[in-house]
């Protein structure tokens, strides 16, 4: 059971409520409990079951051996599930992870958010077993959000060093995640499809853990087993969004002269007896469990967007417009306003401790603070880890009697710094879940309570 502990606040009904909510949605998404119903083996097949999809079964041919591969933050638990269900079906594997999972497949510990030394070991030995399967054979592989970093070799015309650059300058431009997405593929050994290229012609199965907007396969850990079409004019506006075509302006050249690589997934032979790729949870999956029991605790629950993916500025402005709304209608008393997805925050080479979750958290109380209303707004990562810090993400509760008028220098200064974490660690309001072992992008609560 995942658990939640928030810092600062005595024990009060909105809190325990809030606490109560983000417990069962973190608890819904959570791999190894929906493992052995989504696959299973029955009569010499290999059966799989997503959850509102169509059951489809894989012949076991004779000679033919299950391998079990994966990546990513949800990995460990995902693998835990399938050895659960499987069991000695399984001839071997391995799983790049973040922390070591009671497991027999074989599994390292992989980098994030950074690819580093780690991730290339890891993913060198992943590739070696790749290429000493069998036609006969089953390869299922475990995909969740943080593969991108966790499982990968960069191409081979670009280096180490180059590549690691590359990502860095990615993750702290402030870009949305499709264009980040849409341009790792390109020099990556694995991504876009080529991991699966390396099983041809073993039937390859992907089982995948969403944590991207709209759910698109291919965006989720860079898409390992799902073959890209390469857009070449979005993705050099994709280079100049992101600052690469400004910093790196020689790495758009040897991509252009890269075309016929890049481009070789798409001819992979991918029949749908060959490569099948399934999402077996997302985030609406922890938006429902919220909905659900915010209504058996009395609140009318309310989804705003579960792809609330904007830059900061924009998701702090549209849950201020949502926020007044539901204050001033009569109809419920009681409401509790959920949303998914990640907001964009664009950093700084001087930022401080904190994370997306707990910037936005701030942000809004900066705006919402001095109302007298009881109101307790929640933000977290559903894999636990909030940006560079160790919590999940951060909540506040309004209608405290304290003076907190001096606070809004102090608010400005951390806001600016991007040092949200350091604010929350003083004044309390902190969310720790420890890696959760899973990843739906982030949920953020709202309850608004209208009685007297």
């Known amino acids: 059971m995942i658990g939640c502990r928030i810092?600062?606040?005595?024990?009060?009904?909105?809190?325990?409520?809030?606490k109560d909510i983000l417990e069962s949605a973190l608890n819904s998404v959570h791999p190894r409990q929906k493992m052995k119903q989504i696959v299973f083996v029955n009569r010499k097949r290999l059966v799989v079951s997503p959850p509102g999809g169509m059951q489809k079964a894989f012949p076991i041919r004779s000679q033919g051996r299950i391998w079990v591969f994966g990546a990513g933050k949800a990995a460990a638990r995902m693998a835990e599930g399938v050895e659960d269900s499987l069991g000695s079906a399984i001839s071997?594997?391995?799983?790049?992870?973040?922390k070591k999972a009671r497991i027999s497949i074989e599994q390292y510990v992989t980098d994030h958010p950074i690819p580093g030394r780690r991730t290339f070991r890891g993913t060198q030995r992943m590739i070696k077993m790749i290429d000493r399967v069998g036609p006969k054979d089953i390869l299922i592989f475990l995909i969740s959000g943080g593969a991108s970093?966790?499982?990968?070799?960069?191409?081979?015309?670009?280096?180490?060093?180059e590549f690691i650059k590359m990502n860095k300058i990615l993750l702290k431009s402030g870009a949305n995640i499709h264009d980040i997405n849409r341009i790792r593929p390109l020099f990556s050994q694995v991504k876009g499809g080529r991991l699966a290229c390396r099983a041809f012609p073993a039937q390859v199965i992907g089982l995948l853990v969403s944590d991207v907007t709209g759910d698109k396969p291919e965006k989720i850990g860079s898409g390992p087993t799902i073959p890209i079409s390469v857009d070449w004019?979005?993705?050099?506006?994709?280079?100049?969004?992101?600052?690469?075509?400004?910093?790196c302006p020689d790495l758009w050249n040897r991509l252009l002269n890269q075309k016929k690589y890049i481009e070789i997934s798409r001819n992979i032979q991918t029949g749908e007896q060959k490569l099948s790729n399934y999402i077996i949870i997302n985030n609406m999956d922890a938006i429902s469990a919220a909905r659900k029991k915010a209504a058996s605790n009395g609140f009318y629950p309310v989804l705003l967007n579960r792809f609330l993916s904007y830059d900061i500025e924009k998701t702090v402005e549209t849950w201020i417009?949502?926020?007044?709304?539901?204050?001033?209608?009569?109809?419920?008393?009681?409401?509790?306003?959920?949303?998914?997805?990640?907001?964009?925050?664009?950093l700084d080479q001087n930022a401080g401790l904190g994370g997306r979750n707990q910037e936005l958290v701030l942000r809004l109380y900066q705006l919402l603070r001095f109302k007298e209303i009881k109101l307790c707004f929640a933000s977290i990562g559903t894999d636990g880890i909030d940006g560079n810090t160790n919590a999940a993400g951060a909540c506040f509760c309004l209608g405290k009697t304290k003076d907190e008028s001096k606070l809004e220098k102090e608010i400005v200064k951390h806001i600016k710094e991007h040092d949200s974490y350091r604010f929350f660690k003083k004044y309390g309001g902190h969310i720790f879940t420890g890696p959760t072992g899973t990843n739906v992008m982030d949920l953020q609560i709202c309850l608004i309570d209208l009685t007297n």
């Open 7 to 18: 810092t600062g606040f005595s024990q009060n009904p909105a809190q325990q409520t809030l």
């Open 92 to 98: 071997g594997g391995c799983v790049l992870v973040s």
């Open 149 to 161: 970093a966790m499982l990968e070799m960069p191409a081979v015309w670009i280096n180490k060093h």
């Open 233 to 247: 004019k979005e993705t050099k506006k994709a280079f100049e969004r992101t600052g690469l075509m400004e910093k």
């Open 321 to 346: 417009s949502t926020i007044h709304k539901w204050i001033n209608q009569s109809k419920h008393k009681k409401i509790c306003v959920i949303a998914g997805g990640e907001p964009t925050v664009r």
